[in-house]
């Protein structure tokens, strides 16, 4: 990967000012790992949360280049419901080690959704994550860690699982590579 | 540093197919304005033609400036908008600053800011954009991407760098410093598809290869020449008549090498599901001594009736020099310790090389009512450039006009004008030139003082 990137970016050099955008199919990287699917189990009259992370892989030498935005452009997840009714919101964090995304402020917060029996509930994820992590993507190698944060007001438990279906990130940044 | 190793990588990468453009700077603005052909007997019409050797080369014969001053109205601005207490600070120089633009570093060390730019050619500042999946990778380079060569590209040139020397009788004696490298590159199909396509991109599995040929040879050649006149006019004080020339070179060969390989970069599958693989198995021949030996030699041919001239030259025919004891070597890169590995696979071996025929064809034809048309047609190692241009005098006023197929084989263009007051004259000359990363042409403005 980073011999390959590290290729490629003299190319990108040659490319006069500009901006360097990546679109980062994260969920290509999750799909089929278990790691698309946060199941979850809110006992009655309570809250609950779980999660599930994810590496990141992106070109070095980026280090120098400051970074415009980083968007969710493309994202979608469904909330495949067993029983009980409920809310179920998804906060995305990031770190730069695996350890580090559970201590994480949330970088984007999904309203939470109403999740009611046997049913699935389509989730759209997008939205602009907090300018704060921007220095993240400069780094080769970080890490996201989704999690489902649940509430159930009633008396039986909400049990179900979401599973990631689509996720682009898109990183935007001014390149400074050598 | 970095801003050097960035306009190398640049020349090298992208700029290949300029070569001529430097090999052809002048400061003579009357040159620029008649689309870059070259009236003088001197230069490249002595350089590729030793039956030069015996005419005459003062303005009187050829209308031509003993020597031309330039005026560097370039440089003022230059220096105006790049300040020169400034310049380590400045974004043109300075890798750090967000205004870095190694597009126009390059373009500045191509075009040296002696003249004044009419019309800049415009430095890419495009995005650059990557889809990156687990198995997929796609670029997107924009505008840029006209910048991806389709076929081999590369720099080269043979050079003399000095020939000195005495004669007489029209015999010359002399030594001659030799230069020649030539460095090509291409893009396999698969690379250029990483670099171009938009849709697919890099596929897993794939071999994307860089392939190299360079090589490069030099040494000292002492000459043996001969030019003379064959016949002459009615007036043999006058120029006319058939002029040949030609000289025997006993090469020296200093040094050599030669690399030729490709560099490759092997694509997993999937893409990012498993480490690529650099890969690098080049052979390296060098010499180890300087003992390049080999003849060759050149001829020239020039006839001048009234106000026509014509002649066509030819260097290093036959050039071929044999190094006794050189070594070939195999290079390899250690994707382990990420080390570039040389091991010898034979030494002590003879090799052959050879010097790539250069020529030069010129004619100029000066009519009495002051109209002077001229060409020439140059191929100094790789690609032939050829100029055509015309210059009308009346009084001490002067318009010129050309055009010319540049190494690119791209169709420039050439006008200007001069005053010309007994000794001292003033010319200026516009010409357009592609001396740039962009495909649009550039135009710049030469201004200069002309002796007599």
């Given at each position: 990967m980073k011999a390959l990137a590290a290729a490629l970016l003299v190319f990108v050099a040659a490319c006069g000012q500009g901006k360097a955008i990546f679109n980062v199919d994260v969920y290509s990287f999750m799909a089929?790992?278990?790691?698309d699917t946060i199941p979850y189990a809110i006992p009655p009259a309570s809250s609950a949360s779980a999660s599930t992370f994810q590496r990141i892989l992106l070109p070095p030498g980026f280090g120098k280049s400051i970074v415009d935005s980083v968007r969710i452009t493309s994202g979608n997840a469904n909330l495949?419901?067993?029983a009980g009714t409920g809310t179920i919101g998804l906060q995305f964090r990031f770190a730069a080690d695996s350890a580090g995304t559970n201590t994480a402020p949330a970088a984007l917060s999904i309203a939470p959704t109403t999740v009611t029996g046997a049913q699935t509930v389509p989730v759209a994820i997008s939205g602009d994550l907090s300018?704060?992590?921007?220095?993240?993507?400069?780094?080769d190698t970080l890490w996201m860690r989704i999690t489902a944060t649940g509430t159930n007001p009633g008396l039986t438990p909400v049990t179900g699982k979401g599973a990631i279906t689509a996720l682009v990130i898109r990183v935007v940044l001014q390149d400074k590579i050598f | 540093m970095r801003t050097g190793v960035v306009a190398v990588a640049l020349a090298l990468f992208?700029?290949?197919?300029?070569r001529s453009a430097r090999a052809q700077f002048s400061f003579d603005a009357r040159r620029y304005g008649m689309g870059?052909?070259?009236?003088?007997?001197?230069g490249n019409a002595r350089r590729f033609n030793?039956?030069?050797?015996?005419l005459k080369t003062n303005s009187q014969a050829t209308?031509?400036?003993?020597f031309s001053i330039p005026v560097p109205i370039g440089l003022i601005k230059f220096f105006k908008d790049h300040p020169i207490n400034q310049l380590s600070s400045d974004p043109m120089f300075d890798?750090?600053?967000?205004?870095?633009n190694p597009f126009e570093l390059t373009n500045l060390i191509f075009n040296p800011?002696?003249?004044?730019?009419?019309?800049k050619s415009p430095a890419p500042t495009n995005n650059v954009e990557f889809t990156i999946g687990k198995n997929q990778l796609i670029m997107n380079?924009?505008?840029?991407?006209?910048?991806?060569?389709e076929q081999d590209f590369g720099l080269g040139s043979t050079s003399r760098l000095f020939d000195a020397g005495a004669g007489f009788g029209g015999f010359h004696f002399g030594v001659m410093g030799f230069l020649q490298y030539d460095v090509a590159f291409t893009l396999d199909s698969a690379l250029r598809r990483a670099l171009?396509?938009?849709?697919?991109g890099i596929r897993p599995g794939d071999t994307l290869s860089l392939l190299s040929d360079g090589v490069a040879q030099g040494g000292l050649a002492p000459t043996v020449g001969f030019a003379g006149r064959l016949t002459h006019g009615?007036?043999?004080?006058?120029?006319?008549g058939l002029y040949i020339g030609g000289a025997v070179h006993y090469y020296m060969g200093a040094t050599f090498g030669r690399l030729t390989g490709p560099a490759q970069i092997l694509v997993g599958n999937p893409i990012f599901g498993s480490t690529p693989a650099a890969g690098i198995n080049d052979t390296l021949r060098t010499s180890n001594k300087a003992n390049g030996r080999g003849v060759g030699g050149d001829v020239g041919l020039v006839w001048v009736s009234g106000p026509f001239e014509v002649g066509v030259g030819v260097n290093d025919i036959g050039a071929q020099l044999t190094w006794s004891d050189t070594k070939l070597q195999h290079v390899t890169y250690n994707t382990a310790s990420g080390n570039i590995v040389t091991t010898i696979d034979t030494n002590h071996v003879e090799t052959k090389t050879k010097l790539p025929i250069t020529y030069i064809a010129n004619a100029a034809l000066r009519m009495g009512t002051g109209t002077t048309v001229g060409g020439d047609v140059i191929n100094s190692g790789r690609g032939t450039v050829i100029h055509v241009g015309v210059e009308q005098r009346t009084g001490p006023f002067a318009i010129r006009g050309g055009v010319s197929r540049d190494q690119r084989k791209k169709m420039q263009f050439g006008f200007g004008g001069g005053l010309r007051l007994g000794p001292i004259g003033f010319d200026v000359g516009f010409f357009t030139h592609s001396?740039?990363?962009?495909?649009e042409r550039a135009i710049t403005m030469a201004t200069a003082i002309s002796i007599y």
């Open positions: 089929g790992s278990g790691k495949i419901n067993s300018s704060t992590i921007n220095a993240l993507f400069t780094r | 992208v700029l290949a197919p300029l870059g052909v070259s009236l003088s007997r001197d030793p039956a030069y050797r015996a209308g031509t400036p003993k890798p750090k600053s967000t205004s870095f800011p002696i003249f004044y730019e009419v019309k380079l924009g505008g840029a991407r006209v910048l991806i060569p171009t396509d938009t849709v697919t009615a007036d043999p004080a006058t120029d006319d001396n740039s990363l962009s495909t």
